[in-house]
């Protein structure tokens, strides 16, 4: 019994002991569940959180992107910053910013209680991405600043301060590169950054830069457009006035060149005459500046000596410039030549030289000078810019008081000048003409020290026979009674053009309707010997030129321009001879009558041996 009795004490304690561990088990079991549960939920209310965050911050940039959308570009600025304080303050960071790396570098910013950024923040983190090799989503993040390894992006965060700091790089094809960054500045729980949701902040904000940049760029179009129409309404009103203004010129020159062979040669009334003269073709120049300015001129182009141009508007300078300015032109090496428009670039010698003279007042000295220059590279110059090759480089230099920057970047513009009674063409005439002739200009000033303007034009390839001076013309023979059929679309400059044909030798029969001389023409062909047109515009001047050349092909066939505006092709289609300048110097017109008349006549002798 009693050996029951301990078998059954063994039992009991054996199973209490059993019992006891179960439950020291369970009891173990309970609290490891109880800490995963607390775990679990701990997560799922960090989930919910960073849920909610995201959610939020998603729905943030949904507004911020429709408000940027709808934004007009003056207000793109308070709207960036707006959205960054929003963007900062979601994703708990002290500082938030965008740089823009453009020409000029642009920041907008936003900080906490309107804390400064320290100098040279955050500019400088531009140049931090490169720093970082991992860049997930375009996106860099440093939780820790100081955990970072040694390098200039820790000593640049740390200098600004910078515990914790993230970007957004903005790749965009309108600027080279922009970050989008957040700053923290006190050490402990870092920013909130799901990396994919603040890369859609970062294109938002992209997009936003974009279409600023689009606006600003347009506006600029805009404005440029605009400059163009109003300068084409300017031209229009230009070569109108300076058609009329040519009528009244040619009438002037024209009864001054009458009234000086009526008078005698050293007489006061020779002397006032000549005057006059020298004042309408002052007036005369300045239409010229105004239609060469106006539109591009396809005139005739040929090898043109440096030297002799340079020796030819040295003796118009010395006229044209007051005798108290010195003037040196030592000339240029021989056979250095250009081809273009002789009387073209004669105006841009007599342009610099005049802007110059007029810079320097009363006394001065002006140096011109012309050699060749060879280029092993392509350069910028002031205005315009150079492939590699050989240069003529022609400069004007004065002892005036030169210019700042402040000028200098206004200096080519149309009707910008620096004195009261000057037009405003005088530079802008000579850029023009040096483009249309393939050339660049570079000026160098400085105030108090003078100003040097180049003018660098393509060297031409010459040999001796081009570059052997030309023997001078004989003068301009008279006419002898020859009828010429003059058309004009202004009864008073068509009764001075008939006095200076007749004036000339010639026997001029005016009409001032086309048709009429188109008539008269056919009904006697043979009664002309040549047709003098003066029509305002090119198409009725070519139309009518074609019309009387299929009528009489044997009459040769002028037209009187202020610009030589008309290509060569166009003119050979119409059948036209030749050009002479208007206002018509009886001087110029009697040289191209007689030249045009005695070629139609060897043409026509040669029509009838072959016949």
């Known amino acids: 019994m009693e050996e029951t009795r301990a078998q059954f004490a063994r039992a009991h304690i054996a199973s209490e002991s059993s019992a006891q561990r179960f439950r020291l088990l369970l009891y173990v079991t309970s609290v490891l569940l109880a800490l995963a549960l607390i775990d679990l939920g701990r997560r799922l209310r960090a989930r919910a959180v960073a849920l909610r965050k995201r959610a939020a911050l998603e729905h943030l940039i949904a507004e911020q992107s429709a408000r940027l959308i709808n934004c007009p ?50 500019e400088a983190a531009l140049s931090l991405p490169s720093a970082f090799k991992q860049v997930e989503f375009h996106t860099i993040t440093a939780p820790d600043v100081a955990l970072l390894p040694p390098g200039d992006a820790k000593k640049t965060l740390l200098a600004a301060e910078v515990r914790a700091w993230a970007c957004v790089v903005l790749q965009r094809p309108d600027y080279h590169r922009g970050v989008l960054g957040f700053d923290k ?93 020298r004042a309408a073709e002052r007036g005369r120049d300045l239409v010229d500046s105004i239609l060469t300015f106006g539109r591009r001129s396809d005139a005739r182009s040929s090898l043109v000596s440096v030297s002799e141009l340079l020796n030819e508007t040295a003796s118009l300078l010395l006229a044209l410039l007051p005798s108290s300015i010195e003037l040196d032109v030592p000339g240029a090496p021989e056979g250095l030549a250009v081809f273009g428009e002789r009387a073209q670039l004669q105006q841009i010698v007599i342009n610099l030289c005049r802007n110059a003279a007029q810079a320097m007042g009363e006394s001065g000295r002006i140096d011109v000078s012309a050699d060749r220059q060879h280029l092993v590279t392509a350069r910028v110059f002031t205005s315009g810019e150079l492939e590699a090759g050989s240069y003529a480089r022609i400069a004007v230099s004065d002892t005036g008081p030169g210019f700042g920057e402040d000028v200098a970047k206004r200096l080519f513009e149309p009707f910008f000048t620096t004195r009261p009674a000057g037009t405003g063409l005088g530079l802008a005439t000579v850029r023009k003409i040096v483009r249309d002739h393939d050339g660049a200009v570079d000026v160098a000033s400085a105030p108090g020290k003078g100003s040097r303007f180049e003018g660098w034009l393509p060297a031409a390839r010459t040999d001796a026979s081009t570059t052997a001076r030309e023997e001078p013309a004989p003068p301009p023979r008279l006419g002898r009674g020859q009828t010429v059929l003059i058309v004009h679309d202004h009864r008073d400059s068509l009764l001075g053009d008939e006095e200076i044909l007749a004036a000339l030798g010639y026997e001029p029969i005016g009409f001032d309707r086309p048709a009429d001389a188109v008539a008269a023409l056919r009904s006697e062909p043979a009664r002309f010997d040549a047709v003098l047109i003066s029509v305002a515009s090119v198409g009725d001047a070519l139309n009518l030129a074609r019309t009387l050349h299929a009528i009489s092909p044997t009459q040769p066939i002028l037209l009187a321009r202020s610009a030589l505006d008309i290509g060569v092709d166009a003119l050979v289609r119409a059948g036209v001879a030749d050009l002479v300048r208007r206002p018509l110097v009886g001087a110029e017109l009697a040289s191209v009558l007689a030249r045009c008349l005695a070629s139609a006549k060897t043409s026509g002798a040669a029509h009838n041996i072959a016949s």
């Open 73 to 122: 570009p003056a207000e793109t600025k308070a709207r960036l910053e707006q959205a960054l304080a929003e963007f900062g303050r979601t994703i708990d960071s002290d500082r938030a910013y965008v740089v823009v790396g453009e020409n000029r570098i642009r920041v907008y910013a936003w900080s906490e209680d309107d804390a400064p950024y320290p100098p040279g923040w955050p």
């Open 185 to 277: 500045l006190r050490p402990g729980r870092g920013l909130y950054l799901p990396l994919a949701t603040v890369r859609l902040a970062g294109d938002a904000i992209a997009n936003a830069l974009d279409r600023e940049i689009r606006e600003r760029e347009r506006a600029k179009l805009n404005a440029r457009l605009e400059r163009a129409l109003r300068m084409e309404m300017v031209g229009q009103l230009a070569s109108g006035v300076a058609h009329n203004f040519n009528n009244i010129i040619s009438a002037i020159l024209g009864y001054s060149e009458m009234a000086s062979s009526d008078v005698k040669p050293d007489g006061k009334a020779a002397r006032r005459i000549a005057e006059i003269e």
